[in-house]
């Protein structure tokens, strides 16, 4: 079964980490990735740009309207994300909890079941 771990990201936690902080984060990223792959559980992974660099379409009038910036205002916003394939619910949120993130107040992982996908595989 796939599920989706989204990263939530707080700018003000990140700006606070240490060098030593942010290589643990990059290399115990690294690690997820590697070991995730290595056991056939990884699937994919995103990082996403600031929020302040995104698009909001929306319905204005039936046609759609572009306007600029994040969607909503909040402290938060979605930093990126894993895409794996694991046997159970149970096996998912052993893998979130081994994400760096996890371990660092302020930030918050979200783990959802894909309910479909289309990957473009044949």
Do not use: C, N, W
Not at 29 to 55: C, W, Y
């Amino acid at each position: 079964m796939k599920y989706l771990i989204l990263m939530q990201v707080d700018p003000a936690v990140l700006e606070q980490l240490t060098d030593e902080q942010q290589r643990q984060i990059q290399s115990g990223h690294a690690a997820f990735i590697a070991d995730t792959k290595e056991r056939g559980e990884f699937v994919a992974t995103q990082a996403l740009a600031d929020p302040s660099q995104s698009k909001v379409i929306r319905s204005s009038g039936g046609r759609p309207e572009v306007t600029d910036g994040p969607f909503v205002e909040s402290k938060e916003f979605l930093g990126g994300f894993y895409l794996i394939d694991v046997e159970d619910e149970a096996r998912a949120v052993e893998l979130a909890g081994q994400i760096p993130d996890a371990s660092i107040p302020g930030l918050a992982l979200e783990l959802r079941p894909v309910m479909f996908a289309d990957l473009g595989e044949e």
